[in-house]
């Protein structure tokens, strides 16, 4: 076995965001390949929201090194406010110290082969560099998405901080991983001198193990035809107004839908109530209804109970492919994706046959294509969706033994 150190911030009992799941699901499979995981990541004083039970994910033969860590917008501010030098090149910047110090430690004592260091926090690349450097071990730098790109509004300083960083990993590690296609074509035209090769796609995807005991059949239908979304819905890169405006003039058309369609938006963001209202202000609160968060298996059992499922993106985000499209893939009921076309997850699903794409921002298409796609499920038409041997290639397993294939090549 040989060992990899991975250098995540987003990590147990961290709750806020998916990011932790790509290398939840790495330290899964990982020892099935011939690497035993080893973690660094940051003491959990530092997360604005924590939740206990998320340790119950770790594998009990884990070990993980804890550095120390402070939140600049929790610890470091007053009054609400806080100097930008304190959070450069993110907020808890104060872990880059102590996780070097703690790294080599670690990478002596546990004899460690390799490095990994993954993104969106990008204070974690400079970890990586910095060992990388000491120490000589191999370092891969795990890109989820761009640490920067055009449509960012922040101060000028972290925009600049932020450039750097990305240009040291790619330039400096032994290898980059990025999550999409577009991603690796993206960095291929930003660093022209880098090989190609050099820039490796792996995939999010689905484990097969949280459907264990969760049946993907649909029970007998009723008479109302289910819509669902489950994630954050924010207003930059997945506004639903469109959406629900679209909705307004569907049952316009066809105001019989209004006792059939229930649309469910789980834990859609909507902490202020401005989606709740833009909802009854077009007189859909009959039609569409936020829902609270579930656990993670009975969100997937209300996924495989739909006769539709939701997916919003817009054009800032055509580099990427959301997690939850791997889970849709692997559930195999008809998709309806709100995206651009020639974006990443467009073309993923058009190359698959597997989801109806229109535009985020259209409401006449949107609308179209709800028209279209609800009369097909009425009729009890065959609609295009993922055939099970396609979904297969995005299991976590298939994805970590492609990761695993290139620690072994530099290492």
Known sequence: ??????????????????????VLKFIKYLPEFGFEPVVLTANPRAYDKTDDNLYSQLPETLTVHRAF??????????????LDVTALPDRYSSWIPAAIAKGQQV??????????????????????????????????????????????????????????????????AQAVTVTTHGIRQLFLERYARIESHKINVIDNGYD???????????????????????????PVDR??????????????????????????LFAPGDESGTYARQIENLSLSEVIQIRPALPYHLILQEMIESDLLLLFQGKSCDTQIPAKLYEYLRIGRPILALTTEGGE???????????EV?????????????????????????????????????????QTKNFADLLHSIT
């Open 1 to 22: 076995m040989k060992r990899i150190l991975l250098i995540a911030f987003y990590f147990p009992p961290f709750h806020r965001s998916s990011g932790s799941l790509r």
């Open 107 to 172: 990478i002596r004592k546990e004899k460690i082969d390799a490095v990994f260091s993954t993104s969106p926090i990008p204070s974690a690349h400079i970890i990586a560099y910095a060992l990388n450097r000491l120490t000589g071990k191999s370092w891969i730098a795990d890109f989820r998405d761009p640490v920067w790109d055009q449509h960012y509004q922040g101060s000028e300083t972290r925009l600049r901080a932020w450039q750097k960083i990305e240009a040291m990993s790619v330039k400096n």
């Open 358 to 398: 229109v535009p985020l921002d259209k409401c006449e298409p949107i609308c179209f294509a709800l028209e279209k796609l609800i009369s097909q499920i009425e009729q009890g038409a065959e609609i295009p969706a993922a055939k099970p041997e396609i979904a297969a290639q995005f299991s976590r397993r298939s």
């Open 208 to 234: 097969e193990s949280d459907f264990a005991g969760i049946s993907t059949k649909q029970h007998s239908k009723s008479k109302s035809i289910r819509l669902v979304h489950a994630g954050l819905l924010d």
């Open 69 to 82: 860590a402070l939140d600049a917008k929790q610890h470091l501010s007053f009054r609400g406010s806080y």
């Open 345 to 355: 997850t467009g073309r993923l699903l058009r190359s698959l046959r597997a989801g």
């Open 239 to 264: 506004d639903p107004v469109p959406f629900f405006r679209a909705i307004g003039l569907l049952l316009e058309r066809k105001p019989e839908l209004i006792n059939k369609l229930n649309i469910d």
